[in-house]
């Protein structure tokens, strides 16, 4: 018979099923409906949760866009000193644009997050709005402050009457105690307020009294009595000391001025070296400042030299130009004053004017070229510069004389006069041409005939051709009578 395998298990006997396990066990006692309710709820859980964070975040980037624009509404009332104006304005900036930012979502839940964050945030804008005019009205009152100070001080330095001085220290520290009551400064800021005015007032008087006869003695009595080394050290004492006498020695030692004195500047800095503050025995011409003075000193004593050549080369060239006039006068006298009782002819004129043009312009290139010369050597150019235009002037009229008689010279003025008399026809007509129009009126000027015309709106002076064509023609007949009388 045959016979039947066998094996040993391994396993040990189950009545669990195979496959996916679930852990929802179905109470036998439910129905199915009740038996799946904690999946829906799970399910419902997970949607609300989504649709929270979806929500969130919505209302959160709607906030941060309030915020940025609320802060910009900060930023510039930032300088309002008043605190309720700067909340208002806020307000009624900020207003519109939170109900026109909730007035574009739809769902309740999203506004109202937007709305609670936004209070929150409004807290914070409020705060730091109050914060910021209280720091601008603690800035602009500062700088009013130091403003009445600067005026007092001002002031404080420009008098001489005793009785406002006081009057402007006294106006000065109320002012500085009001302020420190009304921001509540401590005791020490305060203190240290008040030092400071003393000393602004200490160095005004100094720079005041620096330079006058006995000024260092009135300075060290003025420093004893307000008891300066409470408030002002050494070191600013001898600043204050050197900055006032070189302010003044600054005012008496300007280059080329007849008013400075650079003896009196020496002086001062003698003075200045000696300077020792009796209230504690320091010496201004120590460390720094001695360095200092010293420099002072070799910086006047240089510019004094400077001084003494531009004032010598003032007075050279004004006897320089006094010479040169003179001897330009005297050389026009000899071609236009009236020779055996004739006028002088235009022809004069023209020549003298010609000449005059000569001689200034030779003049300045001379000085041009060599502005370092001597006053003497300056005269010596003069004389021979006018020597050689009287020269000039007449070898061309004895020229002009050899080459023509009498009688060509009677005819050249009777040709002159009846020029000038067909000019005169044209000008009184209005149709003399401009050149000899501009001719007359150069030969007229410089004659002495001139008239005031206006011209572009300005006041002019120009020659009267008029007035010397008047003159004119009755000085060309007697010239044409002395002719033909000597013929």
Known sequence: MPKIPTFTAQ???????????SNIKVNVNQSVAAALRPLGKTAEDFYIKKRNIEE?????????????????????QKENIVEEDAINNWKNTFTPLIQQKISSIKNRRVKNLIETGIDLQNAESIYQLKK????????????NINNKITYNISKYATTDNPILKVQYKVNTKNDIKSFAEEFNLPKNVLDKKLKAADRDFLLSDINQFAGLVNGAEQINNLDISSKGTDFLNNEEFGVGVFNAYNNKISEITIKGNPDSNYDRALKLVDELKNFKRKANGYKVDTGKFSVDIDNLEQKILTEQIQHNNLMNKQVDNKAFLDFSNDSKISLLKTITDNKA????????????????????????????ADPEASLPNKKSFVRNLTSTLNNIYQDRKISKIKSRSFTEDTFDIVAEKNRVMEDVKLLALGELDITTRRRY???????????????????????????????????????????????
Do not use: C
């Open 11 to 21: 396993g040990r006997p189950t009545a669990e099923s195979t496959g996916v396990v």
């Open 56 to 76: 969130k975040l919505i209302a959160n980037k709607a906030i941060l866009e309030l915020q940025s624009e609320s802060d910009k509404i900060v930023q510039s």
């Open 132 to 143: 910021n005019s209280f720091t601008a009205l603690q800035s602009d009152s500062l700088e």
């Open 341 to 368: 009782g004739i006028p002088p002819t235009l022809e004069d004129r023209l020549i003298a004017n010609e000449i005059e043009s000569e001689y200034d312009q030779m003049v300045r290139d001379y000085l041009d």
């Open 441 to 487: 009126e150069k030969i007229a000027k410089a004659n002495g005939y001139i008239t005031t015309v206006t011209q572009n709106d300005k006041q002019q002076k120009i020659g009267d051709i008029g007035a010397f064509l008047n003159e004119y023609l009755p000085t060309l007949e007697r010239q044409i009578k002395a002719i033909e009388i000597a013929e």
